[in-house]
């Protein structure tokens, strides 16, 4: 039984350690404990910058992350939410915890009034292009460009 709830300070510790995970296998990031812990504490505080969910089994504490950062469109005229880091245990992948955090996330979206999710994956990860086709996303014509600042 998997339950997804609203992470909490406690979480900080586990969330740093799942985004470690998805940063080993990313080609543009690497994991930092330090910061990632530093980010995950920056949305835990201020629920107008962002949430995160966990997903967690009773028998193994919280095995899966997502979250929601939230800025506004101009284009479409209302607040928007990118998902920024979507994580599960590799133990976990493939029984439906991805899925019952995507649609939490989703849902949470809903509530808070965003009109649109936006999400980055790797351009050469065809599973998750796929898993997120799945619940919904769409390939976008528009191409990210980046420029670190410090």
Sequence with gaps: MI???KAE?????????LLGLLFEQEKEFSADFV???IG???IVSDPAVGELLVAERPDKGVVGMVSLLYTVSTAIGGRVALLEDMVVRPDERGRG???SLVEAAMNLARERDCKRITLLT???DLAAEKFYQKHGFKLSPMVPLRQLLD
Aim: glycine share 4%; net charge neutral; proline share 4%.
């Design 97 to 99: 915890c991805g899925s």
């Design 3 to 5: 339950t997804i709830r």
């Design 40 to 42: 995950l504490e920056m």
């Design 35 to 37: 910061r990632q812990k």
């Design 9 to 17: 300070r406690a979480d900080i510790p586990s969330l740093a350690y």
């Design 122 to 124: 790797d351009f050469d």
